[in-house]
């Protein structure tokens, strides 16, 4: 059921953080176990997703996860070194996948030596590769689960209000040259069709800031979340971020 105000997904309303990051959990790895060889799993920036990165790491959830057929990637990333603390996947790594079993072969960080478009370029090649095709199909996804946080001014990954990269239909993964929100630097981001390219997009949203700006995604089409669709889009919403929605929505 779509929430009231949103074009698309269904809002799922959880208790608190951890409530919601159990249910996150449990959904990814229900989607692992569907898959049928190796599976892609979209993981995000920021502090949403990291109650559940930590939840997937601990021994109680470990096993559930088939490491060696389970393949990680970024919705985007800050063109920033691997050892910068605004990089996304270095948080990814030291929250998460260094705690865990997985190889490191099945750890795909987006490059971040050489210009955005160039590292944009080498990351939509490193897909291909990995969905063994060239264009993407509605039949045949590129991932298993992409994991999304919103940020304060209505994005997801590093697609920001009013850049045209934001009306991206045949480029998997673009350059972003000017952020539209702190930290002010470069990007390189999924584009709207990969990540709708998947069995289930996640998007986490906890906390009454957060609500807020879900109520502004509610009201205002151009806002990039307003923009996702996918046929298992859910927005995972803890009760302080739904009770601030409702309000916003007023």
Known sequence: MAAAGLKAGRVAVFEDDAALAAAAAER????????????????T???????????????????RIPWHDTHWFWSDERAVPADDSRNNAAMAMHEFLERTPAPR?????????????ACAARYEATLKRFHGADRLA???????????????????????????????????????????LAPLVPRISLTLPALASSREVLVLVSGADKGRVLARV??????????????????MVDREAAEAMAAGQG
């Open 45 to 63: 920036g920021g502090r949403s997703p990291l109650t559940l990165y930590h939840l997937l790491a601990s021994s109680a959830w470990r096993d």
């Open 218 to 235: 509610a009201k205002d089409d151009d806002l990039p979340a307003a923009r996702l669709r996918n046929d298992a889009l859910t927005w």
């Open 28 to 43: 990814i790895v229900n989607r692992l176990a569907e898959a049928r060889g190796p599976a892609g799993i979209v993981l």
């Open 105 to 117: 072969e099945n750890i795909h960080a987006i490059p971040t030596d050489g210009t955005v478009e």
């Open 138 to 180: 509605g039949g045949r996804p590129l991932f298993a689960a992409v994991i999304l946080g919103i940020g304060d001014d209505g994005h997801v990954a590093s697609l920001f209000p009013g850049q045209a990269t934001l009306e991206e239909r045949s480029r998997w993964v673009v350059g972003v040259p000017e952020a539209g």
